[in-house]
Nanobody, 125 residues
Framework: VQLVESGGGLVQAGGSLKLSCAASGIRFSIKAMGWYRQALGKQRELVAHVTMTDGVANYLDTVKDRFTISRDNAKNTVYLRMNSLKPEDTGAYYC???????????????????WGQGTQVTVSS
């Protein structure tokens, strides 16, 4: 499975971005997809993840009211709409996918099988 992220960039605080992640080379149905981020000098953290079958999503508390994860099963694509961006949202954003369902605990631990190369999001103050 190959995951390709797009949509990152430089934006001012308060602005918006929409990230996309398209999966290809799929032999099995993807059951879960997620977005992670890693700031310089910090550990990677789960931002949001979604169950592809029913759309149930979970979010990092600090983004819960600003970010929205959505999916297009027909395109094997997941999106992350980010509004009201803050400088602390800056980081490399990575997409992840798995053929198995991922519970919130495993998602938080980063236990996805497939990962993208990442796209940089920089929020200026």
């Amino acid at each position: 499975v190959q995951l390709v992220e797009s949509g990152g960039g430089l934006v001012q605080a308060g602005g918006s971005l929409k990230l996309s992640c398209a999966a290809s080379g799929i032999r099995f149905s993807i059951k879960a997809m997620g977005w992670y981020r890693q700031a310089l000098g910090k550990q990677r953290e789960l931002v949001a993840h979604v169950t592809m079958t029913d759309g149930v999503a979970n979010y990092l508390d600090t983004v819960k009211d600003r970010f929205t994860i959505s999916r297009d099963n027909a395109k094997n694509t997941v999106y992350l709409r980010m509004n009201s961006l803050k400088p602390e949202d800056t980081g490399a954003y990575y997409c992840a996918a798995d053929q198995f369902l991922i519970c919130p605990g495993r998602a938080a631990a980063g236990e996805y099988e497939n990962w993208g190369q990442g796209t940089q999001v920089t929020v200026s103050s």
